[in-house]
């Protein structure tokens, strides 16, 4: 295409000369009229009556008037054809290159429709493509709604199982085991929970990036959820040695919000914490300000390089290999964390220094208005 607009930019008129005509007609014009100036100006002067004074026989002035007459209309007749045949020559000359440049135009004219013509066929090719993809990725997407179906069925039923039946065992129900069966089972049922977890980290995304993630907005106090949360992770803390404080200003506790979703963002953040520190303390504050309530973790770890925290939010994302390494993970936590916030009507952020501890904060309405969620947003979770 840039070769026919190449052509079709010089074969316009506009950059060809157009006064040449009017021009040479004008010369011509300015020719003529002298001309029949001089040759009247010569009549008048060899007029009769110029004659009479200096020819004295009438015979004679009779005579050279004919002569003069014949003069004049040779003259004017010679005068006339060079102007016409002139003329006329300019006017082919002009007609033939009014008619070059007509072909021209009309050679840019086809070629500027047989560019919009492959113009056309090359968006109607696209757009075929694109909607071949779309339906694609629907299909995908259908593909991958029945496959986490099916892996929330088959997978997390027998999960369930194994840590169920692993627990019986673990507390003699079944008849007295010995110190290394307590040992293996114990290991058991840690890797069946770490699976456990794994795998609703990845339906959570999953359903998120489809928008099918349901919340359930519900009064509930807020101070019952941290205690809860708290003491889930009591074993952990006093295993590594640290120091937990929880600081709390929350009035009455109260709150309207979904639950579920709140104590899983605040376990994935004090798990964190407790997971990349090694000494020292984790605090854990709860603050009503208006109505907004927010919460914030801090920990004395290893903290984050100002160059990796634009990747602590995107999913499977770990900073460094050395860390993916110590710790386990796959890297889904704080990216469902963010977007249930944002399910929220909230915000989160990280304030952290490398060696010296993080601090990760979220803020989220004290009362979620229902009314202007959509439905799909505040129903049970299925």
């Given at each position: ?248 200003s929350l009035g009455s506790g109260m709150i309207v919000s979904d639950q579920r ?122």
């Amino acid at each position: 295409m840039s070769n026919d607009a190449a052509r079709i930019n010089t074969g316009t008129l506009a950059d060809q000369p157009e006064a040449g005509l009017p021009l040479n007609l004008h010369h011509r014009a300015i020719f003529i009229v002298g001309s029949y100036a001089v040759l009247a100006g010569l009549y008048i002067t060899l007029s009769d009556h110029l004659l009479g004074l200096l020819i004295k026989d009438k015979n004679m002035i009779v005579t050279l008037s004919v002569y003069k007459g014949y003069a004049f209309i040779a003259v004017t007749a010679t005068l006339l054809y060079l102007m016409l045949d002139s003329t006329f020559k300019l006017i082919r000359t002009t007609f033939s290159e009014l008619e070059k440049k007509e072909a021209e135009r009309r050679q840019a004219e086809r070629l500027l429709r047989e560019a919009n013509e492959s113009l056309e066929k090359t968006v109607e090719m696209r757009t075929h493509a694109l909607q071949d993809a779309l339906e694609e990725a629907r299909s995908a997407d259908r593909l991958k709604s029945a496959f986490l179906a099916t892996m929330s069925h088959e997978l997390r039923t027998p999960l369930n199982s194994i840590i169920g039946f692993t627990g019986i065992l673990r507390q003699n129900l079944a008849g007295p085991l010995n110190d290394e069966q307590q040992k293996q089972l114990a290991m058991i049922s840690k890797s069946a929970n770490h699976l456990l977890s794994l795998i609703n980290d990845v339906l959570d995304l999953s359903k998120i990036e489809a928008r099918q993630l349901q919340l359930s907005i519900e009064p509930f106090d807020l101070k019952t959820s941290i205690e809860k949360v708290v003491k889930t992770f009591s074993p952990m803390l006093a295993e590594k040695q640290l120091e937990l404080a929880v600081k709390l200003s929350l009035g009455s506790g109260m709150i309207v919000s979904d639950q579920r979703r709140i104590e899983q963002i605040m376990m994935n953040l004090l798990s964190n914490a407790v997971k990349f520190t090694e000494k020292g303390k984790v605090t854990l504050s709860a603050t009503r300000k208006d109505d907004r309530i927010i919460v914030e973790i801090s920990d004395t770890g290893i903290g984050i390089r100002k160059e990796d925290i634009d990747t602590l939010f995107k999913p499977f994302s770990q900073i460094e290999n050395q860390l993916s390494r110590r710790f386990d993970g796959t890297g889904l936590g704080l990216s469902i964390c963010k977007r249930l916030i944002d399910l929220l009507k909230g915000k989160i952020w990280v304030e952290s220094e490398w060696n010296r501890g993080s601090c990760f904060g979220f803020e989220l309405p004290a009362n979620q208005d229902i009314s202007s969620m959509k439905p799909s947003d505040h129903s049970n979770d299925s």
